[in-house]
């Protein structure tokens, strides 16, 4: 009897553990990351070099356009909060155009709901146990949909990054000889790649409503949550309310998102040993236990037979995927 109380008391400890483990590693990025968002933010806005000693004559009007631009970085910083709280997760809706797909919320749930329904028709066919077509069929309804949406949603993403250093430096040259801003954006709604070309003829028929020009690039943030975008936003938000050189400020820009980009594929590169030691680890497990289905199918058919064969199968598909989870944070590196 002792015996089995340690037994269960060891079990009941290693299953508070798994879980707060799980936990940590499925919100330490999260929670990290709006860490050291606000402390660059912090950092840039309490950073004032003092005026020189030479330029007494220039030092009130450099201070009080440092003062401006310390006020538009507070305001973008109060706005980007709110919207950072919404791009972690935003609605489904808004999800459906961050992946550049044209469907209404109605028509992905009819597509889900489809989808769902033939999971179970054919998990059915293949005379499944009804707690695994109950399964399949919550699976296909609510995880293939909406893996589709945020796959092609990272996928968007991706090549916006990938094409916005090169509409920057098409809006740079363009304000150097003497374009307005604006005839800059539409050269971009218009002759850039997608999905830049898509954003930014929102931006341009945003302006055509009689929106200001800082707060249409803004809304780019809302459909591209990345930093990327938000830096593009912030640099117009300085320029209109605070004023400086355009061009210089945007050719900075253009060069640190091409060196983020550079910087980027080095980190994958370094770290595509782990990632390769980390899938090969967590294939093992799948791929033994299918071998030795192979070739002694009685051996382990206990494991779903049993219900302490399926005790052990479901603590230990627990524990396989929090170790998951801890490898994918380990080898994943954020700029």
């Known amino acids: 009897m002792f015996g089995l109380n340690v037994t269960i008391l060891a079990l009941m400890g290693l299953v508070m553990l798994s879980v707060g483990a799980l936990i940590y590693g499925l919100f330490y990025t999260r929670i990290s990351a709006s860490a050291r968002a606000e402390k660059r933010v912090g950092k840039v806005v309490s950073q004032a070099p003092s005026p020189s000693v030479e330029v007494r004559s220039k030092g009130e009007a450099m201070a009080a356009r440092r003062k401006s631009v310390q006020a538009t970085l507070k305001d973008i910083e109060v706005k980007q909060k709110h919207q950072a709280s919404k791009s972690k997760n935003p609605p489904m809706s808004l999800r459906l155009q961050q992946a550049g797909l044209k469907i209404s919320l109605a028509q992905f749930v009819v597509i889900s709901a489809v989808v769902g329904l033939l999971a179970v028709l054919i998990a059915f066919v293949l005379r499944a146990p009804l707690l695994a077509i109950v399964g399949v069929g919550f699976v296909g309804?609510?995880?293939?949909?909406?893996?589709?949406?945020?796959?092609?949603?990272?996928?968007?993403?991706?090549?916006?990054?990938?094409?916005?250093?090169?509409a920057v430096e098409v809006i740079v040259r363009g304000v150097k000889a003497g374009l307005p801003l604006n005839d800059c954006l539409?050269?971009?709604?218009v002759d850039a790649?997608?999905?830049?070309?898509?954003?930014?003829?929102?931006?341009?028929?945003?302006?055509?409503?009689?929106?200001?020009i800082d707060e249409a690039v803004g809304k780019i943030y809302e459909?591209?949550?990345l930093s990327e975008?938000?830096?593009?936003?912030?640099v117009i938000a300085i320029q209109a309310k605070a004023g400086g050189n355009l061009s210089e400020a945007l050719g900075n820009l253009a060069r640190v998102l091409r060196e983020r980009?550079?910087?980027?594929?080095?980190?994958?590169?370094?770290?595509?040993?782990a990632k390769a030691s980390a899938g090969i680890i967590g294939s093992l497990?799948?791929?033994?236990?299918?071998?030795?289905?192979?070739?002694?199918?009685?051996?382990?058919?206990?494991?779903?037979?049993e219900p302490a064969g399926q005790v052990v199968l479901g603590c230990s598909a627990l524990w396989m995927f929090m170790g998951v989870m801890v490898m994918r944070n380990m080898i994943n590196f954020e700029i």
């Open 141 to 166: 309804a609510f995880g293939l949909p909406r893996f589709a949406v945020n796959y092609l949603r990272s996928k968007r993403q991706k090549k916006f990054i990938a094409e916005l250093p090169n």
């Open 261 to 273: 980009k550079k910087m980027k594929a080095k980190i994958q590169a370094m770290s595509m040993e």
């Open 229 to 234: 975008a938000n830096f593009f936003a912030i």
């Open 285 to 305: 497990p799948p791929i033994v236990m299918l071998l030795v289905y192979i070739s002694s199918p009685d051996y382990i058919r206990i494991l779903w037979t």
């Open 223 to 225: 459909r591209m949550p």
């Open 186 to 189: 539409r050269m971009i709604a």
């Open 193 to 212: 790649n997608e999905p830049v070309r898509s954003e930014f003829r929102n931006v341009v028929d945003t302006m055509a409503l009689g929106i200001p």
